[in-house]
């Protein structure tokens, strides 16, 4: 299910009414939407085939300020255009919005028309097709972590984010009768996003005051990360149709646990589970022991992917559920990565270090970059790790800040070698920024600890 409505659809639905408005939409480094609002009819006769965008959307940050040090473009460049190609594969109905289609695009050099390598969604499909020249493919699937607040973004904005109150005040993990005090926003978030062509399985409680999560259903992992990004962008929308706010910042409270967004990842050859052997170790093949030695060899290179913020790492803490240390466990919730389906035809890992705040195409470009240097190499998988994995200090530790993790992408020969340096340097770049900016910043907490007493 990747789109939903062909083209040809869409101008019977543009004649009789049905729709008006198009969104073409690009990703953005954030994993968020930038595009524009075509009339249908003008999409149909010329956007269809391209429009243009600033190329300052693929460096800038969270406020869409423009940082200097960036290669690909600047002010000294001029902060020229790039070219949107919609993919046609992505045109889908948006059902919680009035006679609106969405497609996503591809970012274009503006005057060559070559892929922008920088892109997220370009990063991710590349990842993807080395893994074909291998023969191997690979299915996905995100979970999706959030807070309900009461009231709107606006009113929320206006009072400084000082007085959130979540929209459900108890824990609510799997409690069917607690989450049905947001069924208004969460069974219309379901319903619409089936209607747009997502393959939602579910939503349910989680294990924090006014914490949800959003689960998908797998798929191939440039689908996956389309669906997670409209999955989350719809989220927003929805919430604030009706007064509500969500927020997918992972830590929102020192007191509160974090939302994360955790990603599995299993490989396919010829249709059959290529991760599976029935006679092996927990029924894992010799292939899947070696893409997962590689994700776990290198999850300090990538950490930056999956945690992209300040404010990411502030959810690495123990007995929280998000874990700190980089090993795999059978179906063990204190590890990084948590074998699944053991023995079974949907045998798979999954990664526990991502937080609710990352790009999904940054993310599993990065995982599926990881584990084809395993292969490659023949890394050898370790022993499963048993018990509480946040009490060893005899394994590697997840990057704790967002200086360290920037300086461990930085240095990832890995990394530069699937993407290339250019693209590194670029990220590089971003996580900079992201950290400069939060050292000029004077917090809340430095104000009320040092204001009358330092």
């Not at 009819?41 to 800038?60: K, P, R």
């Not at 798979?348 to 470009?365: F, H, K, T, V, W």
């Amino acid at each position: 299910m990747a789109g939903n409505l062909t083209f040809e659809q869409l101008k019977e639905m543009a004649a009789t009414g049905e729709i008006d408005t198009v969104l073409a939409a690009m990703v953005d480094m954030q994993g968020r939407l930038m595009g524009k609002r075509f009339h249908v009819s003008n999409f149909i006769d010329h956007a269809v085939d391209e429009t243009h965008c600033c190329n300052y959307l693929l460096a800038t940050d969270l406020v869409m300020s423009t940082p200097e040090g960036y290669a690909a473009t600047s002010w000294r460049k001029g902060y020229g255009d790039y070219t949107l190609k919609p993919d046609l594969d992505t045109l889908r109905r948006v059902p919680w919005l009035e006679k609106t289609a969405l497609v996503l695009g591809d970012v274009l050099d503006h005057h060559g028309h070559a892929p922008v390598p920088h892109a997220p969604r370009e990063m991710l499909k590349r990842q993807v097709e080395r893994l074909s020249e291998m023969g191997f493919d690979a299915a996905m699937a995100t979970e999706l972590e959030f807070f309900l607040f009461e009231g709107d973004y606006r009113t929320l904005q206006k009072d400084g984010y000082r007085s959130l109150v979540p929209f459900n005040g108890h824990n609510e993990d799997y409690c069917l009768f607690q989450t049905t005090k947001e069924e208004s926003i969460l069974r219309p978030l379901r319903n619409h996003l089936v209607g747009a062509g997502i393959p939602v399985e579910n939503t349910k409680g989680e294990a924090e005051v006014g914490q949800q999560e959003l689960n998908i259903r797998y798929g191939d992992p440039v689908a996956c990360a389309d669906h997670h990004t409209i999955a989350k962008h719809a989220t927003k929308e929805i919430a604030w149709m009706n007064g509500a706010a969500a927020t997918f910042l992972p830590k929102w409270a020192p007191d509160k646990v974090g939302s994360s967004s955790h990603v599995h990842l299993s490989l396919w050859k010829d249709g059959a589970p290529a991760f599976l052997d029935k006679d092996g170790a927990h029924g894992m093949s010799d292939t899947m022991r070696a893409f997962c030695a590689g994700m776990i060899a290198f999850a300090r290179d990538y950490t930056f992917f999956l945690a992209p913020y300040v404010n990411s790492y502030k959810r690495f803490a123990p007995g929280t559920f998000a874990p700190t240390r980089t090993v795999w466990s059978v179906d063990n919730r204190t590890a990084a990565f948590r074998l699944c389906g053991e023995g079974t035809k949907g045998i798979r890992m999954e990664c526990r270090i991502g937080g609710s705040d990352m790009n999904p195409y940054l993310a599993q470009a990065a995982l599926i970059a990881a584990g084809i240097k395993g292969i490659e190499d023949e890394l050898t998988l370790d022993p499963a790790y048993e018990g509480d994995a946040y009490e060893t200090d005899d394994v590697t530790e997840i990057p704790r800040t967002l200086r360290e993790a920037t300086e461990t992408l930085r240095g990832s020969d890995m990394l530069r070698a699937a993407f290339g340096d250019e693209v590194v340097d670029h990220y590089v770049r971003c996580a900079e920024w992201e950290q400069e900016e939060f050292d000029r910043a004077v917090t809340d907490w430095e104000l009320a600890r040092g204001f009358e007493r330092a």
